[in-house]
């Protein structure tokens, strides 16, 4: 059983466009992260969210947590090449203690110039 | 910066044999994580670690074991490596320190091929 949901599963798109990435459950984190894995790489973690309604801004990338801590959005705007990779996202179930992440299943995006 | 570091980049065994991974950590993370990663499958949890000598089971234990003998170092044995297998194996640490974070940081990656 997958917790978390992750929309699309892949993405083709042009420099320049918009984009977003949805991460849903029907389960309460106390946070979620996100974290961005190119080829041949472990994931990198961009963001961590904590706080329902949270909005963060990374230059182009804004991550969004749901107000009831249920899903995540990330939205990139304008698009570029670097920004090609498989994008993560991953939660820390309500009342952790031992820290174990859940991940999606990831959004493989490619961006072309 | 925090610094994890596995073994091998790339591994390649036969049916049958022993497979031994290494990871190591240099922050003096608490946590330690066993993923494997398939296309179209995520990462999945193999094992994971919270202590020294301590470790619980992920979603998919079954033909691995896992030893932490010291808190840098945490170890996948594949016991009779199997052609299913093969695939890309990450780990991971995190700190209890973090809060609610638990912000994981990974390796670089283990790619097994088993034939």
């Known amino acids: 059983t997958q917790l978390l949901e992750q929309s699309p599963q892949f993405l083709s798109i042009q420099e320049g466009e918009n984009l977003t990435v949805y991460c849903n459950s029907s389960?309460?984190?106390?946070?979620l992260q996100w974290y961005r894995q190119e080829p041949g790489e472990g994931p990198v973690l961009l963001v961590t969210?904590?706080?329902?309604?949270e909005v963060k801004k990374l230059k182009r990338l804004t991550f969004q947590f749901g107000d009831a801590r249920k899903d995540s959005s990330l939205h990139i705007t304008a698009a570029q090449p670097g920004d090609t990779g498989l994008y993560l996202c991953a939660g820390v179930a309500r009342g952790s203690t031992l820290g174990r992440l859940y991940f999606g299943r990831g959004t493989q995006l490619t961006v072309w110039p | 910066d925090v610094k994890v570091t596995q073994s091998s980049r790339y591994l390649v065994k036969r049916t049958g044999e022993k497979v031994f991974l290494e990871c190591v950590q240099d922050?003096?993370?608490?946590?330690m994580f066993w993923y494997r990663q398939d296309p179209g499958l995520g990462l999945r949890l193999i094992y994971f670690?919270?202590?020294?000598?301590?470790?619980e089971k992920g979603d998919i234990p079954e033909g691995y074991s896992v030893s932490r003998e010291k808190k840098e170092r945490f170890s996948l044995i594949l016991e009779s490596a199997s052609t299913n297998q093969t695939s890309m194996y990450l780990c991971?640490?995190?700190?209890?320190?973090?809060?609610?974070?638990?912000?994981?940081?990974f390796g670089p990656g283990t790619r097994l091929t088993v034939t």
């Open positions: 670690s919270y202590d020294v000598k301590m470790k």
């Open positions: 969210v904590v706080t329902g309604g």
């Open positions: 389960s309460v984190f106390s946070s």
């Open positions: 991971a640490s995190s700190s209890i320190l973090a809060g609610d974070s638990y912000e994981q940081y």
């Open positions: 922050m003096d993370h608490e946590n």
